[in-house]
């Protein structure tokens, strides 16, 4: 029961409501074994034909029939209730908590498994609580009540059943001995099985051009290999016991069992005959009741393994709440010894680092892959807080802004720009969505993306597709630089920007990039040499620190590693020079 744990942890909310739907099911089981014991009665009754005594039991065995299907309604509805309960209460749980995660955390997950939490784990523990709990209970307290019957009646026959109940059970607890490792084996190979499909779908037009499918199909098919030898390993192993416990906590072996045994005590006069009946019914009555156990538990560890996911989707520290301050004094960016180490990883991503940004000023940060610079980037926004130092905006910690404030001063271009299937101008328009179409054309002109929007069949009512895929990287590069324009915030971070681009669209990127650089705040991560240039101040990063930092005069004169840069850049441009002529 100790995975379970988490299972009625997170059911706790709903407690009151599933304890009553228990009681009540507890309520109709007891009714339902009643009657069994009131039956034998009048079977009793119609032996010795006491017609008073026939129509008195009659009329008993209707009532508890009728209050015990009432009970059992109830109960299901009490259950049912519990369970939109919870699903309100869990999904408002989530979506406030995912609310206050870090934005780095929700992009790294992923929407698919947030998605999968939301909606999926939630549906599962609805299903769990509606369904099987009423059920639980019943499997649970119907051996009980019955064998105290049983001996009630005749502790023989009461030992026989609880004889058959265990060696059933110890047989059903053998085949599932190792379950928890095997079903971890299971899901792990069911897991290998879903990503190689994936895999091998969305890399179709990739791997066809390369192996024509085959490396991938491979893998596929060995995915599927190890799923069939972890089932047919678990049927070698367990399947002689699942069969017998399947065998034996069947109510007609019981029934054959019970009915030998009576008859002879019966005839020897040592069971009365109500006893013989109420034997067989209840006997076979409790074994019938254990029947769903198998799919219960199985529903159980199912439940058990959702609400482990949504635990720990709970326990994922959210960022420190964020101050009330609603002004910056101006566009001044600092970063004041920063430290930041990414969760999970040991190794600091940023170690110690201080710059800053005056306002207007174009600030450019390059250097080697894993320097840091995007993760620069990252902390602006607040996908992650700092672990030491501070961030500040103007002079106030960025922790200490509202979240809207920093929204509504900085604008990001990042080198994977969210595009969502919408229009054209929509796409434009998010984060100024007021914005009239006449806004969105001259911010679309000034990105250099206008004309070829109106090549376009519907021009700016043109559906972009899923993640815009029927746009060139540097198109999509310059819808989002329009949309940075519309929104128009004094402060620009533009991550890698200039990677999509062939020598056409770096032509039209650049004049963008002035329109939307003029008169703001800007920090640019580039690689390009040509690009950062002429920035006033260029930041050279090395394995989270900053190696060098000063305008492109200065840092060419050191004997660092810009230098080092400039010199491998020129170069390589005059070869091309010499090699066009
Ligand atoms: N989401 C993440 N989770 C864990 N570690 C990360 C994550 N993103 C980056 N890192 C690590 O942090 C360090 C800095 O990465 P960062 O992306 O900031 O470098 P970068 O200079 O922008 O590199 P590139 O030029 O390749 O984009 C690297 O060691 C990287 O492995």
Known sequence: MATDNVLWRIVRPVKKKLNFAMVLSVGSTLLTIANLIILSYLINALYTGDTTQILYLFGMMILCVVISYVLRLKSFDVSHYAAFDLEAILRKNISSHLAKLPLGFLTETGSGALTKILNEDVRLLHGFVADSTPLFVRTYAFPVVTLVALFWFDYRVALVCLAILIVGLGFLALAMKNKTEVTHQFNKAKEDINVAVIEYVQAMPVVRVFDGGEKSFVRYESALQRYLSIITLWFKENGLNAKLSMFILNPLPTFIILLVLGTYW????????????????????????????????NVISRAAIS??????????????????????????????????????????????????????????????????????????????????????????????????????????????????????????????????????????????????????????????????????????????????????????????VTSFSDTENELLLMCAFRNLMKDKTVIMIAHRLETIKNADQIIVMDKGRISEIGNHDQLAANNGIYHAMWQSYTQARNWHIKSDK
């Open 307 to 496: 609400s482990k996911r949504i635990e720990e989707l709970l326990a994922v520290e959210p960022l420190a709440s964020s101050g009330e301050q609603t002004s910056v004094s101006d566009t001044t960016i600092s970063f004041e010894s920063v430290s930041f180490t990414y969760p999970g990883r040991e190794d600091k991503a940023l170690d110690n680092i201080s710059f800053t940004v005056k306002p207007g000023t174009f600030t450019a940060i390059t250097g080697a892959s894993g320097a840091g610079k995007s993760t620069v980037a990252r902390l602006l926004p607040r996908f992650w807080d700092v672990n030491q130092g501070q961030i500040k905006l103007g002079d106030t910690d960025i922790r200490n802004l509202k979240p809207e404030v920093l929204l509504d001063t900085i604008s990001f271009v990042f080198q994977d720009n969210f595009i969502f299937s919408d229009t054209i101008a929509n796409n434009i328009r998010m984060g100024a969505e007021e914005a009239s179409i006449e806004e969105v054309m001259e911010a679309a002109k000034a990105a250099q993306i206008h004309d070829f929007i109106m090549q376009l069949p519907d021009g700016y009512e043109t559906l972009v597709k899923e993640r815009g895929n029927n746009f060139s990287g540097g198109q999509k590069q310059r819808l989002a630089i329009a949309r940075a324009i519309l929104r128009n915030k004094p402060v620009l971070i533009l991550d890698e």
């Open 266 to 297: 019966f005839q020897e006069g040592s069971l009365s005959f109500v006893s013989f009946v109420a034997s067989l019914l209840l006997g076979t009555g409790m074994i019938e009741s254990i029947l769903p156990y198998r799919s219960l538990t």
